[in-house]
């Protein structure tokens, strides 16, 4: 593509110059510095919590969900990149703005799935003319990420294999080095021909009827497994086995080279800690972990012999239980430190229908909504949709 051509599709580029689609933002500067800038690890940028609640969008409301979803995303990618768009999305605060303004319950665990339905969706059809690509969703379609991202593979500069590496990689993160009590059930990956991605996925824990929302930024991060976020946003917190923290540093170190011992002696090692007495947190995590299933585990990681816990976790087969087992292993045996705390953070929403209060960065907060107000005044609406968009960001922002 020409130096200064438009990203966008010819009929778009018509609508702009009519005026149906121009818009003026103001943009910090240093928004736009990170454009240039790529990396193959991820940051991992929030989690939200909201109560899990079930059913599905009306059919009617998902198609205005859909258009608007799609004419807020040809606008602020055509004005601040697609960089800028994935950052926006990384942040669990602008990403709930979103989903409310778009007219979904604000504090339900549906907006996650139906936002980044309504997104994918919304730019199909626009994706070579945007250059941002959308793959993963719910349930069985997660699973469909690694064949989506490789469809798109003739349009990328890069090897698709990095954005599969990604993805995956996050969702092992957040399932099993990051124990929390929430099983990933939705897996969304936004990436662009530069091969920079954003990956929004949430969990759920059917025990305390809460979902948990994680995001990702491939930016300004080296490690997938120390410290891979740049803020945690939730309600519910609680005791977590921790081994992305950089406290746990040693555990991993420990869980790493106890992969490469021989198998016998992980599941003796395992079987002699059950018969102990051992405080009630051990014990319970203990309960579920059966040595003699893990002991095939535990082949393939001596055969393999994994470098570092990175390479550990990227193993097939390599999952939460036998994880935590070489964690548990690492502390009780070999006095191996493991950062317990919940890396949780009281610090993504503002007010809503519940009454809850939380503190916000309260220039980004503004900020936030002037560009979702803006973009919703300039879009391409009948002035009943664009006034019952801007309601529902009035109610969800007031």
């Known amino acids: 593509m020409a130096e200064g051509a438009s990203i966008l599709s010819p009929a778009i580029v018509a609508h702009r110059e009519l005026g149906e689609f121009d818009f003026d933002l103001y943009i910090d500067s240093a928004w736009l510095g990170a454009e240039s800038m790529l990396n193959w690890k991820g940051m991992r940028t929030g989690t939200a ?3 899990l609640h079930y059913g599905k969008a009306p059919r009617w409301l ?3 969900m859909r258009e608007l979803a799609r004419q807020i995303t040809v606008l602020m990618v055509d004005e601040f990149g697609t960089v800028e768009f994935m950052r926006r999305l990384s942040d669990p605060f602008w990403f709930q703005a979103l989903g409310a303004l778009l007219g979904y319950d604000w ?5 996650t799935t139906v936002t980044g339905a309504a ?6 059809g626009l994706e070579k003319e945007l250059g941002l690509f959308i793959a993963g969703g719910k349930g069985a379609t997660s699973r469909r990420t690694p064949q989506e991202i ?3 593979g003739p349009e990328l500069k890069i090897d698709p294999g990095k954005l599969i590496y990604a993805s995956r990689m996050s969702a092992k993160v957040d399932s099993a080095a990051l124990q929390d009590g929430y099983q990933i059930y939705h897996h969304l990956f936004i990436f662009d021909r530069a091969g920079r991605w954003a990956v929004i996925q949430q969990g759920m824990n059917e025990r305390t009827r809460y979902a948990r929302r994680y995001h990702w930024l491939s930016l300004e991060i080296e490690d997938f497994v120390e410290e891979p976020h740049a803020a945690i946003c939730t309600e519910q917190r609680g005791e977590a ?3 992305i923290s950089r406290g746990s540093g040693g555990a991993r170190e420990a869980s790493a080279e106890l992969a490469r011992a021989r198998p016998e002696r992980l599941t003796k090692e395992l079987r002699r800690l059950q ?3 051992l405080p009630p947190r051990h014990y319970l995590l203990l309960q579920d972990i059966h040595p003699e299933r893990l002991e095939r585990i535990f082949i393939k990681t001596y055969e393999r012999q994994p470098e570092d816990f990175e390479g550990l976790l990227g193993l097939r087969g390599v999952g939460p239980q036998t994880v935590r087992a070489l964690a548990l292993l690492a502390e009780l045996v070999y006095g191996a430190k493991i950062d317990w705390r919940d890396p949780a953070r009281y610090s993504f929403a503002h007010g809503g229908k519940d009454g809850h209060p939380y503190p916000v960065d309260q220039r980004g907060y503004d900020r936030t909504i002037s560009i979702l107000k803006r973009a919703v005044e300039r879009a391409k609406l009948g002035r009943r949709e664009r006034l019952g968009a801007l309601r529902r960001l009035a109610r969800w922002s007031g």
């Open 62 to 64: 998902f198609a205005r």
């Open 49 to 51: 919590n909201l109560p």
């Open 275 to 277: 018969e102990l007495s």
């Open 241 to 243: 086995l921790n081994l």
């Open 119 to 124: 997104l994918k969706e919304g730019i199909r």
């Open 150 to 152: 490789v469809e798109w």
């Open 107 to 111: 504090h339900s665990s549906g907006l």
